[in-house]
């Protein structure tokens, strides 16, 4: 859900910037059997002949010679860029028609693929479907004289957000008041998407971000909650990131410009026509957020490059006040605030503290010459995140990709932890509204096992089971393996992957599998429950996750030995990780389906140019895969701060030699590739559109054999394709069926002992 309140868990797992794309997103639930069947006459034909027996669009070549630091490439496709892609991002209609035409006649090509898989994708969503529960809702937080939480309706593809108020002697809840209902507010358009929602702290007012496009620019409306009636909007141009001052009229809320760089923190009063804007970053390879501190006593204005931070801190009392400057940045010095009852605890990676310390600093005196060391640096033990109390410290540790929660009496300094058992799992902390408690809230799960939310009291150490994930159509964790294994890297490291599997699939080499990864931004992919692979599992597919460097899973030093100079090490792992799968029996080699998005497109598509062998199909969510002209393009949104991360080709031949080894577009050869699916959203800021359309054109007219390269456009969406949650769920399916043909299952039922 979104959180009504900005207080999370702070740190270097909060810093992931806009570009940042995990694991492709679901709603959360799990299996089921498969209840349709797809047509006689399609199971009795072979899927992969019949596609191959359809012509495919032709992308006009008009080769661009482009020369650069002494070194020269031609682009035959760069005429798929429309010049007007900024106002396209905000209306669509304005897209050249000679690019339309052709993003169409793709879609109309891959419509016609996959057609005989309707009804497979139809039983898969409903499968999926079927493990929602769909009048859900999240566990209430409460606030002063309310508690609020989000919730479904039966059908609904939009959350409602509430909130019941709570009787101060006998602490019951009362009636509920809908304080902002999605699906009225889709009423009548294609797209929405909510940013931040938030209630004022005297409970009166709501404020909200709207994205009704996919481009993420997001208004922010503010709603009177005694009348229901929206009474403002502040602007239109909002990352969707605001937050309240204490006195309940103020916001402060972040401005994205028009080439979608979140650059301004701007304070309005509720009901002022114009504000202020109070602080602008110069630096475009930097991002500005703003929230409140966990004790309310500041608004923090944070801006960060990928490396680099500097946060300022402005009295939540006095909304009117300068801002203070906590530390001034500095090259690859990273931290974070978080205020306790006993100061402010700051996570740092200052002094060569690779894996982050935790140091400490009056609550009126944050700046650097006062902090003092609290938790030293332990080399391979990563902390992520610090969440603060009036009386705790809570922090969350990764060590051999597994996760824990340490909890830190500010009294007596006296901490503990809490311990889970299985192979491989996932944890998550949430501080709630309250500060002068010693409740926290944490979530559990496995791929195998849905999540389950406990209130934990601190002082006593109990944990009381506020909800388990509820799946309508059943789910028994016993039918289903979860393994960790550790897979030898090309250069002797080892690397953690996660297999999910059904007790039923002989683990012989002869099952298919899907290889999902990641790999940049420091992001690591947990080991959590997801509804959606249960649809491929439950066929006899065995998925794995590879936490491969890039991400974060072995420290920091893993995401450090995946950028920049050592990029090809992320792509050399994914491949590395397939092989030791097949090694080990879980599949064959030609038998894998890669499968990433965003970044893990870029990653997609560098292992299929690599080792095109291993592969038998090749999801590319959304890819990154022109890295070289987007990354020598400074007008598009996430270039300048991503030059820390990939590298500046523009300026640094070193940069473009390494790009150029492994950039998928760059790299498309006449070998023969895997069938390949290409998914791209027309009004995607992260990914633009292009960067897939030219990859899909270059990759059918170059590669050698007759295998399959679809590409798929949401013409109405944006990076994270489309809104509703069941409307989303549809893309999954195709993605699914596109993949169990490609391996021989699309005629098959979903029981893996067949």
Not at 319 to 338: G, H, I, K, N
Not at 386 to 401: C, P, S, T
């Amino acid at each position: 859900m979104k959180n009504f309140h900005a207080r999370a868990l702070t740190g270097v797992a909060a810093i992931a910037l806009l570009s940042a794309c995990s694991e492709p997103a679901d709603t959360r639930t799990t299996q089921t059997e498969a209840t349709g069947e797809i047509s006689t006459e399609t199971s009795n034909m072979n899927l992969i002949a019949r596609a191959q027996s359809i012509t495919p669009p032709s992308a006009a070549q008009r080769p661009v010679t482009i020369e650069q630091l002494g070194r020269t490439r031609t682009d035959e496709y760069a005429w798929l860029r429309d010049d007007n892609w900024q106002e396209v991002m905000r209306d669509p209609s304005v897209l050249n028609p000679e690019i339309r035409a052709h993003l169409e006649a793709e879609n109309a090509y891959y419509e016609e693929v996959m057609a005989p898989t309707a009804e497979l994708q139809e039983t898969i969503f409903q499968e999926i479907r079927g493990r929602i529960l769909e009048d859900d809702s999240s566990v209430p937080d409460r606030d002063g004289d309310f508690e609020y939480y989000s919730r479904f309706r039966q059908g609904g593809q939009y959350p409602i957000y509430a909130r019941r108020p709570i009787d101060p002697a006998t602490g019951e809840a009362g009636e509920e008041q809908i304080l902002l209902d999605g699906d009225a507010a889709a009423e009548g358009i294609d797209y929405l998407d909510f940013g931040n929602v938030d209630h004022s702290p005297d409970h009166r007012w709501l404020a909200y971000g709207v994205d009704i496009r996919g481009s993420e620019y997001y208004e922010i409306r503010i709603r009177d909650l005694e009348t229901g009636e929206d009474v403002a909007t502040l602007t239109d141009e909002s990352t969707g990131n605001f937050t309240w001052a204490n006195d309940s009229e103020t916001l402060f809320w972040v401005w994205r410009d028009a080439n979608g760089r979140s650059k301004q923190v701007w304070r309005q009063g509720r009901g002022e026509a114009e504000g202020v804007m109070i602080f602008d970053e110069a630096d475009d390879g930097f991002f500005v957020n703003v929230g409140r501190t966990e004790g309310d006593s500041y608004i923090a204005i944070a801006t960060s490059g990928h490396t680099t931070s500097e946060v300022h801190l402005i009295d939540a009392n006095s909304p009117a006040s300068d801002a203070m400057l906590v530390s001034a940045r500095e090259t690859d010095v990273e931290y974070s605030l978080t205020e306790t009852g006993d100061g402010f605890f700051i996570l740092t990676n200052l002094d060569g503290a690779v894996d982050f310390q935790i140091m400490r600093a009056p609550l009126d005196a944050p700046q650097r010459e006062n902090w003092q060391t609290v938790v030293e640096h332990r080399p391979g033990t990563l902390i992520t995140g610090l969440m603060g109390f009036r009386d705790w410290m809570v922090r969350v540790e990764r060590e051999n990709a597994l996760p824990r929660i340490v909890i830190r009496n500010l009294s007596s300094g006296e901490e503990h932890n809490i311990d889970f058992a299985e192979e491989a799992y996932s944890l998550g902390v949430d501080a709630g509204y309250e500060f002068a408690t010693d409740e926290m809230r944490f979530s559990y799960e496995s791929p195998s096992t849905p999540e389950e939310t406990y209130d934990y009291n601190m002082a006593t150490r109990e944990r009381v089971l506020r909800k388990r994930q509820e799946i309508p159509s059943g789910h028994d964790p016993e039918d289903y393996v979860v393994r960790r294994i550790m897979a030898p890297a090309h250069d002797g490291e080892m690397i953690p992957v996660t297999v999910l599997y059904h007790r039923d699939t002989p683990i012989d080499g002869s099952a298919p599998l899907m290889l999902y990864g990641y790999g940049s931004y420091g992001i690591t992919i947990p080991a959590a429950f997801r509804v959606t692979p249960l649809s491929l599992v439950d066929r006899g597919m065995v998925y794995a996750i590879a936490h491969i460097r890039g991400g974060q899973a072995r420290g920091y030093e893993w995401y450090l030995d995946g950028k920049l100079g050592l990029k090809m090490n992320t792509f050399r792992d994914f491949v590395s990780a397939g092989e030791a799968l097949a090694a080990e029996g879980f599949t064959s080699r030609g038998n894998i389906v890669a499968y990433g998005g965003s970044a893990g497109g870029l990653l997609v598509g560098a292992a299929i140019n690599m080792q095109p062998d291993l592969f038998v199909g090749a999801i590319a969510a959304v890819p990154f895969v022109d890295v070289i002209n987007t990354m020598s393009d400074p007008t598009l949104p996430l270039t300048p701060p991503e030059w820390p991360e990939w590298g500046n080709p523009i300026e640094d031949e070193e940069a473009y030699d390494t790009i150029a080894e492994y950039s998928p577009y760059d790299n498309v050869a006449a070998i023969d590739y895997p069938h390949v699916l290409a998914t791209a959203g027309l009004t995607d800021p992260r990914v633009t559109y292009w960067e897939p359309a030219k990859w899909a054109a270059r990759l059918r007219a170059t590669r050698s054999d007759d295998g399959l390269t679809l590409m798929r456009t949401n013409m109405g969406a944006g990076h994270g394709g489309a809104s509703g949650r069941f409307d989303s769920l549809r893309e999954t399916a195709e993605n699914w069926a596109f993949a169990l043909m490609t391996v021989g299952l699309a005629d098959t039922e979903a029981d893996p002992s067949e």
